[in-house]
């Protein structure tokens, strides 16, 4: 039987930043569906089923913070695991404001970043 992979969807406006996690997730073996904007998250939020989020917390057309608190009160994901990321060092600050699972600064170290996800995913 093959082993399906864990599907993490991302939030990031910056490409360059985007792309990059996107590569290292997919490195890893999962999938990934990637997003620039806040709107074209919510376009497909619907649609699947992630297993786990990671969202910028500033975006340029909104707030990660609103989506994780979004996320966090709909039925359907408020047990999904979220990663936040900002360049913002205030961390705890960004989780007094969401109940996220965890957050981390960018720039913030490859290991350290691959190493958060698979203890959520595994």
């Given at each position: 039987m093959k082993k399906t992979r864990k599907l993490i969807?991302?939030?990031?406006?910056?490409?360059?930043?985007?792309?990059i996690i996107?590569?290292?997730?997919?490195e890893?073996?999962?999938?990934?569906?990637?997003?620039p904007t806040v709107k074209s998250f919510n376009e497909d939020i619907v649609l699947g089923k992630p297993d786990m989020f990671v969202l910028d917390v500033m975006l340029t057309d909104?707030?990660?913070?609103?989506?994780c608190d979004s996320l966090k009160s709909n039925?359907?994901?408020?047990?999904?695991?979220?990663?936040?990321?900002?360049?913002?060092?205030?961390?705890?600050?960004?989780?007094?404001k969401c109940d996220?699972?965890?957050?981390?600064?960018?720039?913030?170290d490859i290991d350290d970043f691959v190493k958060r996800i698979h203890h959520y995913m595994d």
């Open positions: 969807y991302l939030l990031e406006d910056n490409d360059d930043i985007r792309e996107a590569f290292l997730l997919t890893q073996n999962y999938d990934v569906c990637a997003y909104g707030n990660g913070i609103d989506v039925q359907k994901t408020h047990h999904i695991p979220i990663l936040m990321m900002s360049a913002n060092t205030q961390m705890f600050t960004v989780k007094e996220a699972e965890d957050f981390i600064s960018k720039p913030f």
